[in-house]
């Protein structure tokens, strides 16, 4: 499946690329709250080493999917699903896609928001961290890739 979504350059990228022969595909559903993003930590590593990530690009990928999580459980709505592809065994590249259920509306500090709670200098950091780790990044509506009004964010790191 292959979306197309726009950068804020309004260069048209591809949300879900196509895998070549061998690519490794991992899919979680994540309860949705404050656990979420350590659940999916603690899923994601041994898969990661399975594909022969290791060192520099293991903990790199692992926190871009905390982040992308967290950005979730934070400012949207349920559910949360975690997806990772992964080019080839070894080659260091793989996508990290996590879907939700679309921005709640209003403010993001809604009562019970674990993360809206907590002070100002405590978050705000998660997109700059996820792009100064990955190369392409984006976020695909759920009319791009059929998802029935679900949104996809995803993240591109190359291979090491």
């Not at 290791?54 to 871009?64: E, F, I, S």
């Not at 009319?143 to 291979?159: F, I």
């Amino acid at each position: 499946m292959t979306a197309t979504t726009v950068s804020p350059y309004g260069q048209q990228r591809s949300a879900l690329r196509a895998l070549p022969a061998g690519g490794r595909v991992f899919g979680l559903s994540l309860d949705y709250g404050p656990l979420a993003p350590a659940t999916a930590r603690h899923a994601v590593r041994p898969v990661l080493e399975a594909w022969g990530l290791d060192g520099d690009r293991l903990y790199d990928v692992l926190l871009v999917v905390s982040e992308l999580v967290t950005n979730a459980v934070t400012h949207a709505l349920p559910p949360v699903t975690l997806h990772l592809h992964a080019a080839v065994e070894g080659s260091g590249r793989v996508q990290v896609h996590v879907t939700d259920g679309g921005p709640r509306t209003g403010t993001s500090s809604v009562a019970g928001n674990w993360a809206a709670a907590r002070p100002e200098d405590e978050h705000g950091r998660g997109d700059v961290i996820v792009s100064a780790l990955a190369g392409p990044t984006g976020t695909a509506t759920g009319d791009d890739v059929g998802l029935d009004g679900l949104m996809d964010r995803w993240a591109d790191l190359g291979a090491a």
